[in-house]
């Protein structure tokens, strides 16, 4: 009875220090942040000598542009959360030291915050998309490829209906958690 109990406690700590097996994802996800800050600059860089020809700007391709960025951002914002709230639900406390520019929302994201906060930004990201992809039906050279914005349409409509889903059963759980009162 000895001997099992060691060994149940050897498993169990190999098990609970196997969490530290996630930080090499969350720093995979800090270089996707940096690829994505680069993709940010290009943008950026792409579109400043257009938007710098104030007679000839077209304010179409700067909407499109300005979208593209905010894509781009908000991708950047969903990563950080990923990575912030993903460490410290599953490996460890980041010590901030009490920093004050510390986001109010570290420590206090669980698995099911996370997951509404993953499916919002998800749902934001594909409605860019989309309005992106119709404002190009504006240009008299581009094809019009319906079948694309079809598959773009039904993919943002499922990201929306799988983030009401989630929605509910959020709902559902903590009315089941909570001791209903007499």
Known sequence: MHNRNRIEATLEQ??????????????GLVVSLAMLLAAFVGELIHMLPQAMDILNVD???????????????????????????????FVSRINTENAEDRPSWMGTLDFSGLKMKLIGSIVAISAISLLRAFMTLTEQD??????RLRWMLLLHLTFVISGLLFAAMDFV????EKPHAP
């Open 14 to 27: 190999v098990l609970f220090k196997s969490r530290w097996l996630l930080a090499p994802f969350y720093l």
């Open 59 to 89: 304010p179409e391709q700067m909407i499109l542009a300005a979208l593209s960025l905010i894509d781009l951002s908000l991708a950047g914002n969903l990563v950080v959360i990923v990575i912030f709230s993903g460490y410290e639900n």
């Open 142 to 147: 581009a094809p019009l490829d319906s079948e």
């Open 173 to 176: 759980a903590n009315r089941a």
